[in-house]
């Protein structure tokens, strides 16, 4: 009895044994390349039947919301190899049925390749056992060089933190922290400064946290570094504070600028003026006396004239002329007192726009000197004019008395006299 049911068994696991005999494996749970090679990922499979249907390679999802993604899959029935969308030209299959190899061989690998593969076979016939195997390549890359950023406001008594990040590495880089201080030598981190995954926190900084700090990005493949400066300020030294003063400084002088270029246009004109008022005097005395001289000479001309005919004139004619210059001496010394009005309002006129210069006249000694030196000259030639006209008053006199003088008797008969 007890040989029946051993015999039986035995059948029961040979038959078992028969029926889940597939089995897929992969030698290594990871394997290690450089970026760029040309790989072969193996893979080996058993089963009873030897019935093969098809050998899949395909890329295991990343997130449990991602779906598979097939790389290649080898039929038996025509031998053939589909290749998917992805592995076009660069994936391909090295299958061999009796000796139980199914390899996938891919090129030039990179990054996107960093990720967990699956060989599956599938047998007829053999519905349980091990159908999968799956291993994890690690594409190789060197640290790109980090980036180094500060992250709060580098103050007195505030908590700040330095970051250091490369953008590519793989195995995925290990970041370090060091630190000099602003004479450039090695320092020991503070107690309370932690580093971890490139992040170094430092807190309630002071001035004594200044200084150079240098990050170091590392994996088997190479490393890459980054440093940054820190400059730890006190709170009222921002930087925002500071470019408000500058710039208030730099209005303010520009403010001054204008002032003063300002003030010297308006002195310049002021002294424009005044030096064009001082001119218009100059001229206006200048015709006055040519007008005058030139009428004494006319005057001294004509008494010559008169004095060189009167031996040859008769008394009468000499009594007729003298009325006439006396007329001509009456006409002339009106226009000269109209003249002399007319410049009496001009001088008035003068005095006016004086008095208003002189309120905006600037105290200058130079210039009140010069002006009074201008007025003095012109009051010693109005004092000469006055001499000139009283010379003329007597001219006239002189003619009154020849006037009331008892005619010459002559040969010639007496001519009718005027007044009667």
């Known amino acids: 009895m007890e040989g029946r049911i051993s015999a039986l068994t035995l059948t029961l696991c040979l038959v078992w044994s028969s029926v889940g005999a597939i089995t897929v494996t992969i030698p290594q749970a990871s394997y290690e390349f450089k970026r760029g090679d040309n790989i072969t990922l193996p893979c080996t499979f058993k089963t009873v039947t030897g019935k093969i249907i098809t050998i899949k390679w395909s890329l295991r999802p990343v997130q449990a919301e991602d779906t598979e993604t097939e790389i290649a899959i080898y039929y038996s029935a025509d031998e053939s190899v589909e290749t998917g969308q992805d592995y076009a030209g660069r994936a391909s299959m090295d299958v061999d049925i009796p000796t139980g190899r199914a390899n996938l061989k891919l090129n ?18 053999d519905m349980t056992g ?7 390549l690690v594409v190789l890359v060197p640290p ?15 908590n700040i933190n330095l970051t250091c990040v490369s953008q590519e590495g793989s195995p995925p880089p290990t970041y370090k922290w060091d630190s000099r201080d602003v004479q450039n030598n090695p320092r020991v981190p503070d107690p309370k400064t932690t580093d971890k995954d490139g992040i170094l926190s430092l807190y309630n900084i002071s001035k004594d946290a200044s200084g ?21 300020m006190p709170p009222s030294m921002k930087v925002g504070a500071t470019v408000a003063i500058i710039a208030g400084v730099a209005a303010a002088l520009l403010a001054l600028a204008l002032i003063i270029y300002c003030c010297c246009c308006r002195k310049k004109k002021n002294k424009e003026e005044e030096y064009a008022m001082g ?5 206006f005395h200048d015709q006055e006396l040519a007008k005058n001289s030139e009428s004494r000479q006319a005057d001294g001309q004509e008494n010559i004239h008169s004095s060189e005919n009167s031996t040859v004139k008769s008394a009468a004619d000499r009594h007729d002329e003298h009325e006439e210059q006396s007329e001509r001496g009456y006409d002339r010394r009106r226009d000269d007192d109209d003249r002399l009005r007319v410049y009496d309002d001009r001088r008035s006129d003068y005095d006016d726009r004086r008095s208003d210069y002189s309120d905006r006249r600037s105290p200058s000694g130079n210039r009140r000197s010069d002006y009074d030196d201008r007025r003095s000259d012109y009051s010693d030639r109005r004092d000469k004019y006055s001499d000139r006209h009283e010379r003329y008053d007597d001219d006239r006199r002189y003619d009154d008395r020849d006037r009331d003088r008892p005619p010459v008797p002559t040969s010639k008969p007496p001519r009718r006299n005027y007044d009667d």
């Not at 091990?130 to 994890?136: E, I, L, S, Y």
């Not at 790109?144 to 505030?158: L, N, R």
């Open 108 to 125: 030039s690998i990179s990054l996107a390749d960093n990720r967990v593969f699956d060989c599956h076979v599938q047998a007829k016939g």
């Open 130 to 136: 091990k159908p999968d195997a799956t291993t994890r």
């Open 144 to 158: 790109s060089p980090p980036m180094c950023k500060i992250q709060g406001t580098a103050e007195y008594g505030e």
């Open 212 to 232: 150079f700090y240098i990050c170091t990005s590392s994996n088997k493949m190479g490393r890459a570094n980054c440093n940054i400066t820190l400059s730890v």
């Open 279 to 283: 001119a218009r005097e100059d001229e």
